[in-house]
C-alpha cells in the first residue's frame, strides 16, 4: 500500500500543532461536555479573565453546535463521553510509545508526567475526586501536598506559597508535537511507502454518485482507492462538498513561547494551574504557556490583551525560567465535536474515512486515532472498540 499526505502548509506540523500546549495526556481526556458547562459559559459571558470565552454571535454553526454540546451534559452523557476519550487515549500513548522505540525520533520529549496544581486546598479535594473518575480506569496518579508538590518540581520553590498541592500523572508526556509531526514524517518517507506533498491545498472534491473520483488541488488532479480526511477545523467544508455533515466547531486557544535562560529554574515535567487554566510545558530550550477556549468562528487574530493572563501566571510561577519578553505569541484552532470524541472510519461516502474533531486532545489522541483508522481503511479489525467514534448514522 502506498499512502500520500497532502499536506497545504510548507512543512508537516504547521497548523495547531506548532502552538499547542505540548502535552500528551490521558490525563486530560474528560468531556467538555458535563452538567458544570452550562454555568461555566454563563460566566465567560462578565467575566473575561475566564480560560473559557462564549461569545454572543449570530452564527447559526455555533447555535447549531451548541444545542448539541447541551445534549450532551448530563451526567450520563458525560460519563460515556469520558470513558471512550479516555481509553482512546490511553491506547494512543502506547501507540506513541511502541513508535518511540521502532523510530528513535526526537521530538524533546520529557517523561516527568504532568502536574495539575490547585490554589486553594478546597479546589484540591474537589480535584482529587474529580480524577478518581479515571483512576478508577487505570490512569496512574499521586495527590501531592504543597511540600510533596515542591519537592517534586523544585523550578515552583520560587512560588511555594502559591499552590496547596497537586494531582499528579507520572505517566503523561510533553514535547514537541510540531517536531513530532516532522520528524515522523521525513521517517515515513524514508522508510515506507509514503510520500507527504507539502505546499499542495485540497481545493475540491469531486464525486461519482456515491464516492470520490477524484480531489482538485492547488498542484492539480489526485486519485487514490482510498481517502482519508484529517484537516482538522476545515474538515467540516469538505464534507459538505461530500454530501454530508460532521458535527466540527472551531475553538481558538493561545499560546506564547519564551526561550529559556535558566534551566534550572524551567519546569522539568508538564504543568496545569487548574484554577487559572493555564499550562506550561518545556520543549527543549524553550518554554511553552496555553491557555483559553474562545468560541470565536474561524477567526486567528490575537491582540495583546489575550496573553494577558498567561504572562502574568509565567511570571509570577516561573519568574527566572524564561526571557518573557521575547516570546512568541501564537492563536489557533481545535476541531471540537460536541461530545468532545473525535470521529473515526468510516463516512457515507464508500471511499472516503474520517480522522476528525480531536479538539484539545488532537496531539494526544494522535497516534492511536490514527493507527485505528488505517486498521479500518485496511480492513483489519482494530485493537479497542470503536463504536463510540462512528460517525452517527453510518
Known amino acids: 500500500m502506498t499512502v500520500t499526505v497532502l499536506e497545504r502548509r510548507e512543512d508537516a506540523g504547521l497548523e495547531t500543532s506548532v502552538g499547542n500546549a505540548g502535552f500528551y495526556s490521558p490525563s486530560d481526556a474528560f468531556a467538555w461536555a458535563s452538567p458544570s458547562a452550562l454555568k461555566l459559559a454563563i460566566k465567560s459571558l462578565v467575566n473575561p479573565e475566564l480560560g473559557i470565552q462564549y461569545k454572543l454571535r449570530f452564527d447559526p454553526m455555533l447555535w447549531r453546535w451548541s444545542a ?78 504543597r511540600d510533596a508538590l515542591i519537592e517534586k518540581m523544585p523550578a515552583l520553590s520560587t512560588s511555594a506559597g502559591t499552590y496547596a498541592g497537586a494531582v499528579y500523572s507520572p505517566d503523561c508526556k510533553t514535547g514537541d508535537s510540531a517536531k513530532f509531526a516532522q520528524e515522523l514524517a521525513k ?30 488541488t492547488s498542484n492539480g488532479e489526485f486519485k487514490a482507492d482510498a481517502y482519508v480526511l484529517a484537516a482538522g477545523p476545515q474538515s467540516g467544508f469538505f464534507a459538505k462538498q461530500a454530501g454530508f455533515r460532521l458535527p466540527i466547531y472551531p475553538i ?25 487554566l493555564v499550562t506550561a510545558s518545556k520543549l527543549g530550550n524553550r518554554l511553552r504557556f496555553s491557555s483559553s477556549a474562545v468560541f470565536g468562528g474561524f477567526d486567528k487574530s490575537h491582540r495583546p490583551k489575550d496573553f494577558h493572563t498567561i504572562l502574568k501566571l509565567a511570571r509570577q510561577v516561573f519568574p527566572d525560567a524564561a526571557d518573557y519578553d521575547q516570546a512568541v505569541y501564537w492563536a489557533g484552532l481545535r476541531p471540537m465535536t460536541p461530545n468532545s470524541k473525535p470521529i473515526l472510519g468510516k463516512s457515507p461516502v464508500r471511499n472516503l474515512f474520517l480522522n476528525v474533531g480531536h479538539g484539545h486532545l488532537g496531539w494526544t489522541l494522535s497516534c492511536g486515532a490514527g493507527k485505528v483508522v488505517a486498521d479500518i481503511v485496511a480492513g483489519i479489525p482494530p485493537d479497542i472498540e470503536t463504536e463510540a467514534f462512528c460517525l452517527r448514522g453510518v
Request: aromatic share 10%.
Open 187 to 216: 521517517y515515513c518517507v524514508k522508510n515506507g511507502n509514503c510520500h507527504v506533498e507539502c505546499g499542495v491545498s485540497v481545493e475540491s472534491i469531486l464525486m461519482d454518485k456515491y464516492e470520490i473520483s477524484s480531489v482538485w
Open 68 to 145: 448539541s454540546f447541551l445534549s450532551q451534559c448530563r451526567n450520563s452523557a458525560w460519563q460515556k463521553n469520558s470513558d471512550a476519550k479516555y481509553r482512546l487515549a490511553a491506547y494512543s500513548l502506547n501507540m506513541l510509545n511502541k513508535l518511540e522505540r521502532d523510530t528513535n525520533i526526537d521530538f524533546d520529549v520529557t517523561d516527568g508526567g504532568i502536574f495539575y496544581a490547585c490554589r486553594d486546598a478546597g479546589a484540591l479535594e474537589i480535584l482529587k475526586q474529580h480524577f478518581n473518575f479515571l483512576q478508577d480506569r487505570g490512569l496512574t496518579l499521586e495527590h501531592l501536598d
Open 252 to 276: 481558538k486557544g493561545f499560546s506564547i513561547t519564551a526561550p529559556i535562560i535558566n534551566d534550572e529554574m524551567a519546569p522539568t515535567a508538564g504543568f496545569d494551574d487548574v484554577e487559572r
